[in-house]
């Protein structure tokens, strides 16, 4: 059985598109040649799986509107080498990094991006006080 391979992708939240922090993110992906995504709180209500674009996944019809006002990054399709390079170039380039981060898994690809979003601000959260 072969293998599927996920493209890599970067959903952004919470980063506007236009913004110089937006487009100084952007260029970092461009360099690496990968594709990204900016999403707005109108995707709080749909699954991480349907936005990356993972098959099997539709758009559902929840609207969940919320506080959620940090940064997030959501990375689908990276392997470990790959997210190290990322993050290393966060760093190499001066780009101020983004705290909450989560990579797309099987079990978070079903989650609601809110969901995912709760979930790793709790987990930075308790990672700080340790």
Known sequence: MK??????????????????RGQEIMKLLRSM?????FIGEDAMGQTVGY????PG????ESKIQGGFQEELLVL???SGARLNQLLGLFRTCGVRKV????AVTGT??????SKLAEEIRKEHEYMKKI
């Not at 890599?8 to 919470?14: A, D, I, M, S, T």
């Open 3 to 20: 293998a599927m391979v996920t493209k890599e992708l970067v959903l952004l939240y919470g980063i506007e598109e236009q913004s110089e």
């Open 33 to 37: 040649r990968v594709d990204a995504k």
């Open 51 to 54: 936005l990356c674009g993972l």
């Open 57 to 60: 996944y539709s758009k559902q």
């Open 76 to 78: 689908c399709g990276f």
């Open 99 to 102: 705290e909450l981060k989560a």
């Open 108 to 113: 978070n690809r079903g989650w609601t991006l």
